[in-house]
C-alpha cells in the first residue's frame, strides 16, 4: 500500500501579504526631496560664479562709461573711456603685439604639443616617467616659471646664450631686443603651458580605435598617411576645441611680459591684458582699463560664435 500525505488545507497556506505600491504623492515627495537637493548644490556654484565672474563682467561693463576712482563717486561720461584709449599710441601696438603673440603661439605652442602627443602614443616602456615629464611646468607657479626663464635669457651669464657660445653660435639678445622679445615670450608661455595640452591629446590618441590603424596598414598607408586619413579625423574635434581656447589664453597673455620685460624693450611686448593693468594700477584710470577690458570682451566673444559657428557648420556638412 502507498502511503498518502495529507495536504494541510489552503487556509493554512502562509501566503506572504502583498505591499500596496506607495502611493503616487510619496512618489513625487521624494522626486521633489531629490530635484531640491540637486538644485541645493547647484546653487552653491551659481553663487561663486556670480559674485567672483558675473558681477565683475558686469560692473567692468558699468565702469567702462564712468570716470571712477576708488573713494568717490563715478560720474558718467558716456563713451569718453573709449575715445581716450583709443587715442592712446600704446593701444596699436598692445593690439599688434597680442595678435601676433597669438599667431606664433598657434604655430609653435600647437604643432608641438600634438608631436608630443603623438610621441608618447608610441612608446611602449616609462610612460608614466615620460608623462610626469612633460607634465611638470605645469605644476611650476606661472611667475616662478617666468623668473626662471628671465635668468635663462640674461644676455650676459644666461644658459641660452652660454649653450650658444658653447656651439660657437652667435649670442643673442633674447627678451632684452626688440626683435626677439615677442618670440622668446612665446617660447616661455609654450613650455610652461603645453603640459595639459599634451595630456588631452594623448587621451584622444589612446581612444582611437587600432582596427583603423590596421586596415589602414594594410592598405599600404605609411605613417604620415596614417596621421593625416586616421589620427588627425579621429582627433578633429579636440583639436577645434583646443585650439579655440589657446586662442583665448593667448589673447589674454599678461604674466610672461609682466614678470620677463615689464613690456618692453621699446613697448615690443606689451599686450593688451598688460596694458588694462598700465592704466588701471600705474594709470589710476580705471574707466580706460574697463574699457580696454569691453573691447577685448566683445571681440573674444565675437571670434568665439564665429568659430563655433563654422566648425558646427563644417561638422553639418561631413
Not at 652667435?170 to 613650455?191: F, K, M, Q, R
Amino acid at each position: 500500500m502507498t502511503e498518502t500525505t495529507a495536504r494541510p488545507p489552503a487556509e493554512a497556506i502562509a501566503v506572504p501579504p502583498v505591499q500596496a505600491p506607495p502611493p503616487a504623492g510619496g512618489r513625487g515627495r521624494r522626486r521633489l526631496a531629490d530635484q531640491a537637493r540637486a538644485y541645493g548644490f547647484l546653487l552653491g556654484g551659481l553663487l561663486c560664479f556670480a559674485l567672483f565672474s558675473w558681477y565683475p563682467a558686469i560692473r567692468a561693463v558699468v565702469i567702462a562709461f564712468q570716470k571712477y576712482t576708488p573713494g568717490s563717486s563715478p560720474e558718467w561720461v558716456g563713451t569718453a573711456n573709449f575715445t581716450r584709449v583709443l587715442d592712446d599710441p600704446e593701444f596699436t601696438a598692445a593690439w599688434r603685439n597680442t595678435l601676433t603673440f597669438t599667431l606664433l603661439a598657434l604655430l609653435i605652442g600647437f604643432a608641438i604639443p600634438f608631436l608630443l602627443a603623438l610621441v608618447l602614443n608610441e612608446l611602449r616602456h616609462a610612460k608614466a616617467f615620460f608623462r610626469v615629464v612633460v607634465y611638470l611646468p605645469v605644476m611650476i607657479p606661472p611667475v616662478v616659471s617666468a623668473l626662471l626663464w628671465k635668468w635663462f635669457y640674461d644676455p650676459g651669464a644666461g644658459l641660452a646664450n652660454e649653450a650658444l657660445r658653447f656651439a660657437h653660435l652667435p649670442t643673442s639678445n633674447w627678451s632684452n631686443g626688440a626683435d626677439t622679445a615677442l618670440i622668446s615670450l612665446v617660447i616661455v608661455a609654450t613650455w610652461a603651458n603645453m603640459g595639459g595640452t599634451v595630456l588631452i591629446y594623448l587621451a584622444a590618441l589612446q581612444s582611437i580605435p587600432g582596427e583603423l590603424y590596421e586596415a589602414a596598414e594594410l592598405d599600404g598607408a605609411g605613417l604620415l598617411q596614417r596621421i593625416r586619413h586616421v589620427t588627425i579625423p579621429q582627433t578633429r574635434f579636440v583639436i577645434l576645441m583646443l585650439m579655440l581656447l589657446q586662442i583665448i589664453a593667448t589673447m589674454q597673455v599678461f604674466t610672461e611680459p609682466f614678470v620677463i620685460t615689464g613690456g618692453g624693450p621699446e613697448n615690443a611686448t606689451v599686450t593688451v591684458l598688460y596694458l588694462i593693468y598700465k592704466y588701471a594700477f600705474l594709470y589710476n584710470d580705471f574707466g580706460g582699463a574697463c574699457a580696454l577690458s569691453v573691447m577685448l570682451l566683445v571681440l573674444l566673444g565675437a571670434f568665439s560664435a564665429l568659430y563655433l559657428w563654422l566648425t558646427r557648420s563644417g561638422e553639418d556638412d561631413v
